[in-house]
């Protein structure tokens, strides 16, 4: 008799990972199932639950007063809800072939198997610390876990408004900078690309660039860290790069992160060029009929590119976990891809994109015209009419809009939804030059930026025969 | 021997009115064939040209402070770039037979024809008064041009901070309702319908009357005007309804305007039902070779009902303006059609609609589920995210998103833009919930309130079956 026999007509699911991506799976599998027909456990190795990990720079900057009020949903809540939540508990081996999962209690080492009828993996993504010398030293920090956040707070604390160095001029690396500027610290970001946001064009990070200097940020281009410099304290004195040093009493790491697929991987599980697990259509690992993967762990289909991409954004992990809910509870849901959208701040300026760069259309082999525009926000005469530039690039023939970038102030980046939703459809600038946008002036120019980009695409895609 | 031919290659041009349609038309049309190839005449009749009517409101209320703030181009600008613009000169009769216009100056009442090799129509709206005693009354003005908001300027320096009556509550309405309470007047809004804004549901309407009367604007709703009353010295005294009377210092109209088409209608030109001209794809009027139209005095093509409308609106009218100066000038350009995109704001209120409400689906016969969500502009623990109601429509059976109404503060307005484009593009709500928004704390909740309201909408669709 196989343990599923011996639990009857009540499934067991498995969740590996309690943040976003799984508790989403696991909570709408619960709406759809009650807890006579679905067993549901779910394995979170830190001490918290669908937390969003995309406000810790908020906190740490002190916009948002506390931890807790990053956490969507409790521990507790889960638990109410009949999900059985097993805290500090790292999942450990995967054994497809008897469906089943080696946990361990990280507190007291004790270890032990549960089976499963359905699996949902959603491990998430670890930060790339790259192996230098120093780089485990007091006052080096990541921000990827609340631990994370709490752990460089301390870090803030001891060393009041002194001299901080932010590695990687990314999303995290831009709202960290931000942060550290808002907590009274000096602050210098190290860059190894050309400009900062390398998810924009290089001309379009130029822009970032010299805005973060007007903030009093110290922008270093084009360097790459060659390690720490840590006192006899064993504290951190300075980020060593090539051919200088950043004296820092605090470091922030905003490299990246990756796929954490080592589970996936020793079980055999298929993982894409960027290392992330690959699904089909409704987040069903391929080739596997009982497990189902979501979240910053897997990687998604780029509906421009027609590629598969890593995009690592807690409002993707949310829907994944909604389509894997919906279909292990028995429903249907798809998640059909990304177009790659993304908005940030540093300070005042907004920073948006969505669709491919220019070197992303080369790669791919598509030909494209890029156009950029000078605008404003609101109607030029309106108060706090702020510039904005628009970046838009298009297919040559078929006009078919490739990307948009947008850096500019208030009310700037959320117009990259405009260029998004025209994406997924698939439009054209032609099309789009049309488009019967919201106007009135503290909104919008009579032209709002965006038509206005992608009326000179347009007429340089025609142009260009 | 034909005034054309006498003219040799060189044809004219002529528009009748000088604000965003004509204007518009008569520049794109030079910028694409030079005075030797094409001669422009512009004829308007009061003393600007495109400038922005939506603009008044912040004028008069402060917002922008001077008149030339609203110029988007001047008469002598216009002059520079070799259209020969007279202002102040009215055109009182058009011989679509012979190809001629008879124009009339205002100031001396002096008659002459002039020719045209093609002719477009760009004399916009007419504000509605109805012919109730005491109209003309001093202290009740329209806002319609600058020289009324010139005149309602006057007005105000009269009666600094005296007792405002606003007759109306659509967008002008709304936007008096703020300037008024801007320069200190105490404000009353006087409104025919049962709610304000009557381009919205009255629900959505009612969030509005909500937020206005807690911005100290008293509202009188289901209300009709009979009259004004008029002191002895010829001013405004009290605006007099059914079955009250509300003291007034100054009377603002913003009962709505409707197309400007005497001339139109008196050379047989095609008129729509709502009184509007009615034109092809090209912004030609159907049936005529060389006449154009565009701007307020045209009806347009709503893409989701498939009927004309009247919408005046400075952004349909520059994009007019744009097509037919493209079509004049021997390129090419189409306007498709609207979708009936609006948005405003009533101090920090901001009011958002697109596509159908619940009685246009229903008079043109569509079924449909309507679903109402709240949430946030920002992530829920992110300073100032503040509260935003989304209302959506969606088709039985096919899912076919109809239309979308948003109430809310900073940041919900703009949102708009997503159903907008999801309209033009046809999309179902269901695909609709994976659209990849820009997420960020500072600018969404990880589930944008456009994508909470399409899961709603989704939902009850299927579960309608």
């Known amino acids: 008799m196989s343990m599923s026999d011996a639990r009857g007509a009540r499934e067991r699911l498995v969740v590996i990972g309690g943040d976003a991506a799984g508790m989403s799976a696991a909570s709408q599998a619960r709406r759809l ?44 809540e889960h638990r109410a809800r009949d999900i059985d939540l097993r805290l500090r508990t790292e999942v450990t081996e995967l054994d497809l072939g008897r469906g089943r999962v080696r946990a361990r209690d990280v507190d007291s080492g ?12 959603a491990t998430g993504a670890r930060p790339i610390r790259p192996g230098l010398p120093g780089m485990d030293a007091a006052g080096v920090h990541g921000v990827q876990t609340l631990d994370d956040g709490q752990a460089l707070l301390d870090t803030l604390a001891r060393t009041r408004g002194g001299r901080a160095v932010v590695v990687g001029a990314g999303y995290i690396g ?13 602050v210098t970001v190290v860059n190894r690309g050309e400009e900062p946001m390398s998810t924009l064009d290089p001309d379009m990070g130029r822009l970032v660039h010299r805005a973060m200097e007007g903030m009093g940020i110290t922008m270093v281009n084009g360097t790459e860290v060659t390690g720490l410099r840590v006192g006899d304290d064993g504290r951190v004195r300075a980020v060593v790069t090539e051919d200088a040093e950043f004296p820092a009493d605090v470091v922030v790491l905003g490299i990246g992160v990756r796929p954490e697929t080592a589970l996936a991987r020793a079980a055999g599980l298929p993982l894409g060029e960027h290392g992330g697990l690959l699904t089909d259509r409704s987040m069903r690992v ?17 509906l421009v590119s027609g590629q598969q991409r890593h995009i690592p954004l807690g409002t993707h992990a949310n829907k994944h976990g909604q389509v894997i809910g919906a279909n292990v509870g028995g429903g249907y849901a798809t998640f059909p891809g990304v177009v790659g959208t993304a908005v ?8 948006a994109r969505t669709g491919l760069r220019e070197k992303d259309a080369r790669r791919v082999g598509l ?8 605008s404003t ?39 990259v939804d ?12 032609e099309q789009m030059t049309a488009l019967d946008l919201g106007y009135a002036p503290p909104f919008s120019p009579v032209w709002d930026p965006v038509l206005v980009a992608a009326r000179k695409a347009a007429a340089k895609v025609r142009d260009a025969g």
Chains 1, 2 share one sequence.
């Not at 405009?418 to 600038?429: N, Q, Y």
């Open 367 to 374: 030909r494209f015209e890029a156009v950029t525009v000078e």
């Open 110 to 121: 004790a270890e032990s198997w549960t089976s499963y009828d359905k699996l949902v993996i």
């Open 418 to 429: 405009i260029a998004a939703v025209a994406l997924t459809a698939g439009m054209t600038v």
């Open 33 to 76: 199932k009650g807890p006579d027909e679905l067993e549901i456990v779910a394995f979170e190795r830190g001490h918290f639950t669908s937390y969003s990990a995309c406000g810790i720079p908020y906190w740490v900057g002190g916009d948002v007063p506390e931890r807790d009020r990053l956490i969507a949903r409790t521990p507790e």
């Open 174 to 186: 831009v709202e960290m900078a931000e942060a550290l500027i808002n907590r009274g610290y000096e």
């Open 377 to 415: 926000s609101r109607a030029g005469y309106y108060p706090n009419a702020s510039p904005m530039t628009v970046k838009m690039l298009a297919e040559v023939r078929t006009g078919r809009l490739l990307g948009v970038q947008i850096v500019g102030r208030e009310g700037a980046g959320k117009r």
């Open 286 to 302: 391929r080739g596997q009929q009982d497990v189902w993967a979501g979240g910053d762990c897997v990687e998604v289909l780029d």
């Open 344 to 351: 940030s701040k540093v300070c005042d300026l907004e920073i």
